[in-house]
Every structure is written in structure tokens, then in C-alpha cells.
T-cell receptor, first 117, second 117 residues
Framework: DTGVSQDPRHKITKRGQNVTFRCDPI?????LYWYRQTLGQGPEFLTY????????KSRLLSDRFSAERPKGSFSTLEIQRTEQGDSAMYLC???????????????FGPGTRLLVL | AQTVTQSQPEMSVQEAETVTLSCTYD???????LFWYKQPPSRQMILVIR??????QNATENRFSVNFQKAAKSFSLKISDSQLGDTAMYFC??????????????FGGGTRLMVKP
């Protein structure tokens, strides 16, 4: 079990540029979540995948944001035409689906810190 | 929609002493889970302890225990014998119990805990 990994760990970009982040979940975890965390706040849910299907998206996820999880393995989160308000930590978490008697527990990656200048 | 409130933005405790972090939540769900996550400075979020709402017995994990009061919608974390490594942001989180649906976490705003030598 190598844990959830995210790449890059830090990204600095200029306003208007596109950025893409990658998340590799724990192997055998079929659920993958993206959250956004601004400084001093708790994480907020962005979107969720079960296998390759994107099943839920938050209202926080504007049209400039898109996420994919091809083949149900790693996931990418792309932000187009970045704005200064997009500056935040983007967290990925993975878990296995809830089954009777088991608590679904999400395990987090180290996050990608984005700074938009 | 669920809300999670942590009313103590910052707390401090002397090494080896006991500290309690507060969390209240609001939900109309009857089946759910509650979690405490720890986020050390510049490090990734890790699970501290979890509680199933249907269990009356409070969860414990070594030096960490919770006081779960379902009727009051309260879920406090007690850290005994505090250690310097406990210094971190602590987040309380809520998750609906589900089967096929994804289960996003709803986080509180966090409590910054400083353990002093």
C-alpha cells in the first residue's frame, strides 16, 4: 500500500493559463474524490468518481474545471483559464465502496498547492 | 445539506496534558459517520478516529477518544497525554451512510492545536 499520490505538489501559474493535476489512488480503491482547501479552511468537495464514472459534481466546480478518470485508475483535474480565486490546495482522496458492516474511509493524498499570479 | 461547526479556531495544551476539541453538526440524516482528521503543518491529512452513528459506544484509538452525543449532535475529540507530534490542524467531518451513492465528506473549519513543551 503506497498511499494516495498527487503530482505536482506545487504549481505556480499566471492568470489565464491552463493547469492539470494528477492523482493516483490506492490500488484497488474504486472511489476517488477531489476536494479544494483554501488557507485556514476545511476542504470542500468538488467531484467524485466510482471507477471511471463521474457521479457527482459540486456547484463549486465551474465550467472551467473538468475531471477525468480514464479506465478507473488515476484521475486528472484540469482548470482552464485560471483565475486568482483558484489559488488553493487541491486534495485527492480514495476509498473502497461502502459494503454492509464496513465504514467507507477516505485516505488523502498530500495535495497540489496552486498559486495563480 | 449537512453543516459541521468547530467553534475553537485555536487551542494550546501543555505536553502530557489532556485537551478536548469540540465539534457540532447539523443533519436530518439518521445514518451517518463522523470522523476526526489531523493535518500536520505542510503534511497530508490523516485519519485519527471514526464513529458510526448507530453505535452507542464511543470510539477510542490509543490516546484519542471521542464523546459522541447523537441527540445533541455533538462529537468532541479528547487527546490524552498530548505529545509534540500532535501539533496540527484538526478537522471534524461528516459522511452520510450510503450504499451505491458516493459519500462526500463535509468538513468543519478546523481547530489549530499547539502542543507546548
Amino acid at each position: 500500500d503506497t498511499g494516495v499520490s498527487q503530482d505536482p505538489r506545487h504549481k505556480i501559474t499566471k492568470r489565464g493559463q491552463n493547469v492539470t493535476f494528477r492523482c493516483d489512488p490506492i490500488s484497488e480503491h474504486n472511489r476517488l474524490y477531489w476536494y479544494r482547501q483554501t488557507l485556514g479552511q476545511g476542504p470542500e468537495f468538488l467531484t467524485y468518481f466510482q471507477n471511471e464514472a463521474q457521479l457527482e459534481k459540486s456547484r463549486l466546480l465551474s465550467d472551467r474545471f473538468s475531471a477525468e478518470r480514464p479506465k478507473g485508475s488515476f484521475s486528472t483535474l484540469e482548470i482552464q483559464r485560471t483565475e486568482q480565486g483558484d489559488s488553493a490546495m487541491y486534495l485527492c482522496a480514495s476509498s473502497t465502496a461502502w459494503t454492509s458492516g464496513r465504514t467507507e474511509t477516505q485516505y488523502f493524498g498530500p495535495g497540489t498547492r496552486l498559486l495563480v499570479l | 445539506a449537512q453543516t459541521v461547526t468547530q467553534s475553537q479556531p485555536e487551542m494550546s495544551v501543555q505536553e502530557a496534558e489532556t485537551v478536548t476539541l469540540s465539534c457540532t453538526y447539523d443533519t436530518s440524516e439518521s445514518n451517518y459517520y463522523l470522523f476526526w482528521y489531523k493535518q500536520p503543518p505542510s503534511r497530508q491529512m490523516i485519519l485519527v478516529i471514526r464513529q458510526e452513528a448507530y453505535k452507542q459506544q464511543n470510539a477510542t484509538e490509543n490516546r484519542f477518544s471521542v464523546n459522541f452525543q447523537k441527540a445533541a449532535k455533538s462529537f468532541s475529540l479528547k487527546i490524552s497525554d498530548s505529545q509534540l507530534g500532535d501539533t496540527a490542524m484538526y478537522f471534524c467531518a461528516f459522511m452520510k451512510q450510503g450504499s451505491n451513492a458516493g459519500n462526500m465528506l463535509t468538513f468543519g473549519g478546523g481547530t489549530r492545536l499547539m502542543v507546548k513543551p
